[in-house]
């Protein structure tokens, strides 16, 4: 069975690197309180990614009777601290076991949609956020192309982390064998 995993083995962190990272002592010191890092960090996200995929669909044009101007400025705000939050939470769970989370299959790749969401977000914000602020309906094409790309960035890297939570099944179902299993 083809593991698609296999085809990122280039893009992975050095194990090196992440022995280096290695800290036991904070390991210990976060072991009480990792399912709360955890919670808040999948809260965090939740939150963000809500907001992101709101915002991306209506720079898309979806729901374009809400004012893109006041509705960026109720939402940017919360979309800041959520993303701080998640960012704060993802790395200290990083940090808690770096060789673990380091090596899963997918977790370069999450980092470079990461950082290409970001770069999206910054060039929009920097060069059409005011167009399409002012704006009446229908938006400018680059303020859907940036809603579109942040979609698909932020989709990837949700993706990518529920990849990396657990690997690929270690037995292939054949037809036979599901046929087997039903009767």
Not at 63 to 72: D, K, M
Not at 154 to 168: D, F, K, Q, R, Y
Request: glycine share 8%.
């Amino acid at each position: 069975m083809y593991d698609p995993s296999l085809a990122l083995a280039g893009f992975r962190i050095p194990s090196d690197i992440l022995v280096a990272l290695d800290n036991r002592p904070l390991h210990f010191a976060l072991q009480p309180y990792h399912f709360l890092i955890r919670l808040l960090h999948v809260l965090s996200m939740a939150a963000f990614f809500g907001g992101i995929g709101l915002l991306d669909l209506r720079l898309m044009g979806i729901r374009a009777t809400v004012p893109l101007r006041s509705f960026t400025e109720h939402t940017l705000p919360w979309l800041y601290a959520a993303f701080g939050v998640t960012v704060v939470t993802g790395a200290t769970l990083f940090l808690y076991d770096p060789v673990h989370a380091g090596s899963h299959a997918y977790f370069t790749l999450k980092l470079l949609f990461i950082l290409l969401g970001l770069l999206n977000a910054a060039l929009f914000h920097r060069s059409g956020l005011a167009a399409a602020l002012i704006a009446a309906a229908p938006l400018p094409s680059g303020a859907k192309v940036a809603g579109a790309l942040s979609l698909a960035c932020w989709l990837v890297v949700m993706i990518t982390a529920s990849l990396n939570v657990e690997g690929p099944p270690k037995v292939l179902l054949t037809g036979s064998a599901n046929a087997a299993i039903v009767r």
